[in-house]
C-alpha cells in the first residue's frame, strides 16, 4: 500500500511526457504541467497545423502559449526530492489526531475516506473499494468521515438506532420499540427525516423570504439615506444662497443709504456754505461801509461833511432775510428713525417666520409611526399647506405666467423669455414650481380647460419625444390627466382610468418619506380620486401641463393660508 502511494506521489510529480520528474515546470492554461522542453518539443511538431493542444486534456489553443517556469512548482519538486516522495506521500495519507481513522487500518492508520451509517465503520480509500465493487454493500449508506458513528447505537440493546419515537421525540432501535416504547408512534427514522426535512424547506423558504424582505428593506433605507443626504444638501444649498441674498440685498440697500444721505448732506453743506460766503461778503461790504462813515463822523470841518454826505450812496437792500431759519442739529434723524424701523420689521419677520422654519426641520422624520398616517379631512391637510410659485425659467414659451407667478395660462404668442437650459420646448406646454418638495406637502390647482396635474423630479428632460419630457410618460414624474370628460392618471406612460366627481380644484398631497402621493377633488367635500405607494429618491416639483393647445386655459396654484 505505501508502494502504491509513492507512485502515485511520484505520478503526480513526473512528466506526463518522458514520464521522468519534473525539469522546469510549465503549466498550460488547461491546468496540466510538462517539463519545458517536453512541451515544445510535442508544440513543434503541432506547428505546422497552427493548433496546439494539450496532450493530457486534448483542450486546443491558438496561437501558440509563450510559457514560463513554474518556479513553486520547480521548487517544490527539488524539496521533494531532497526529503523522500515516499515519506511525504505516507505523512500526507496518515491520519492525525483531528482526522477520522481507518477502522479496519492496522498500525498506522490511514485517513478515513468515507463513514457508512450501516456498518458503522469508516474506511480509507482502499478498504473501501468493496463498498463499491460488491452487491452486498451497494445499499450501504456512505457519508463523509464522522468520528460520531457511535451515537447511533442504542446503548441498551447494542443495536443501530433505525426508528424515531414521535412521543418522546427520540432514536430508538428496533427493540425499543416493542420494549420500553411499545404503543408509542413511532416511524423508521427515514420517514421521520423526510417529515422534518419537509419542515426544514419550509423554514428555509420562510427564512429566505424575510431575507429578501429585510434586503429590500435595506436597500430602500439605503435609498432612503441618499434621498435623505440629498435633501439635507438641497437645503442647506438653498438655505445658504437665500441668506446670502438676504445679506446682500441688506448690504446693497445700506450701500444706498449710505449714498443718499452723503449725497444729501454734499448739497446742504454745499448750500449752507453758499450762503455763508455771501453772508460774509455783506458784512465785509458793511464794514467797509461802517469805517468810511465813522471816518467822516469824526471830521471837524463842516463844510467838507456836508459836502461828501450828500454824495454817498445809499446803503443797498440786504438780499437776505433779517433772519435765517434752520432746523435742528439732527437733520437726519428722520432718516435714523425710518432705518430702524425697517430693522424691526425684519426683526418681527424672522421672529415669527423662524419658528416655521424650526418646525419645518423639526418635522423631518423618516421612520413612519402609525401616528403619522394620511390626513382624511380638509382641514387636516391644510396643516401641511405649501405656497407654490411656478419657475419662470422652466415655463414654456407659450405659458404666461401671472399673480405673483402662481398662475399660469396657455397663450397663442410667444412670450418674451430668456433662453434658458431648464425651459420645456416644442409641444411641452408646462411649467415646474420653483420650490422642491420633501417631507410632507398640500397645495390646491384651480384649474380651468384641459389642464394635467402633476410632480416631477427636477432632472426629468426638457426636449426629446413625449416620452422623455412630457409629465407622465416616464419615470420621472406623475400626473393628474384632467380631461373635459375624465381622469387619468399616467405614470411611465401607464394609464389608469380614475373615477371621481368633477371639480375645477384638484388637491395634491405629498409624503415624500412614505413614498405617498395622493390626487384630491376639492368641492364642498374632498373625495380621494387615485393614491400613489412608490418610493422616490429624489425631491419633487410640482408642475402643469396643458395638453390641447387651446388658447386661454389656465391653472393657479391656489393661496390656502
Known sequence: MAQKGVRLDRETFSCPICLDPLKDPVATACGHSYCMNCIKAHWDKEDGKKLFSCPQCRKTFTPRPVLLKNTMLADLVEELKKTGLQAAAADHCYAGPEDVACDVCTGRRLKAFKSCLQCLASYCEQHLQPHYQLPVFKKHKLVDPSKKLQENICSRHDEVMKMFCRTDQQCICYLCSVDEHKGHDTVSAAAERTERQRELEGSRLNIQQRIQDREKDVKLLHQQVEAINLSADEAVKHSEKTFTELIRLLENRSSDVKQQVRSQQKSEVSRVKELQEKLEQEIAELKRKDAELKLLSHTEDHNHFLHIYPSLPPLAESTHSTGIQIRPLRCFEDVTAAVSEVRDKLQDVLRDEWTNVSLAVTEVNVLLSHSQAEPKTRAGLLRYSRDITLDPNTANTHLLLSEGNRKVTLMKEHQSYSSHTDRFTTFCFQVLSRESLTGRCYWEVERRGEVHVAVSYKNISRTGSRNECVFGWNDKSWALDCDKNSLTF???????????????????????????????????????????QTTFTQPLYAGVWFYCFSSGDSAEFCKLK
Open 490 to 532: 399616467r405614470y411611465n406612460n401607464i394609464k389608469t382610468p380614475v373615477s371621481g366627481p368633477p371639480s375645477s380644484r384638484v388637491g395634491v398631497y405629498l409624503d415624500h418619506t412614505a413614498g405617498v402621493l395622493s390626487f384630491y377633488s376639492v368641492s364642498e367635500t374632498m373625495t380621494l380620486l387615485h393614491r400613489v
